[in-house]
């Protein structure tokens, strides 16, 4: 895995860094940590966590590590987020640049994929490209995710 430093993960403007960018600063969901450079998800008590595909809304990249495993913190910190273009390791050889424009799909904090079911899965945004180094470029914000889950939700 490469390492998830916020400012390796960055692409350059031509890649959409700066366009519609925004910063969110959420708590902390108990006793969790979130990595600097990771994708981080809102649960539903607009609590920030790392991505994982146990739902919630995907909502940008960790600019700072915060928090530990397992450890209970008080008071609670809370995690700055930053939404835009970022760059995530891809599963497998699930996407590559035949697929631009799809959906791509937490595996975990740092990975995404192309397999999903919308509305049961958790989308990390929409699939822009693969960069030089083979990662995914990843347009990733809730305006875009929560989009996506309200499209597809059925209850």
């Given at each position: 895995?490469?390492?998830m430093d916020p400012n390796t993960r960055r692409l350059t403007k031509s890649?959409?860094?700066?366009?519609?960018?925004?910063?969110?600063?959420l708590p902390l969901a108990d006793t969790v940590q979130v990595k600097a450079g990771s994708l981080v998800m809102m649960n539903s008590s607009g609590e920030a966590l790392p991505a994982d595909t146990t739902g919630g809304t995907v909502i940008g990249r960790a600019d700072a590590q915060v928090g530990e495993d397992g450890v209970s913190l008080d008071p609670v910190p809370t995690v700055r987020v930053t939404t835009g273009v970022f760059s995530w390791d891809v599963a497998s050889s699930s996407l590559d640049n035949t697929k631009i424009g799809v959906v791509a799909y937490?595996?975990?904090d740092h990975t995404v994929g192309a397999t999903g079911t919308p509305g049961?899965?958790?989308a990390a945004g929409i699939f822009l490209g693969l960069d030089d180094d083979g990662q995914a470029k990843v347009a990733t914000s809730p305006?875009?995710?929560?989009?996506?889950?309200a499209a597809f939700d059925n209850d």
């Open positions: 895995m490469a390492a890649h959409g860094e700066g366009l519609n960018q925004f910063k969110f600063e937490v595996v975990d049961t899965t958790v305006l875009i995710t929560g989009a996506l889950f």
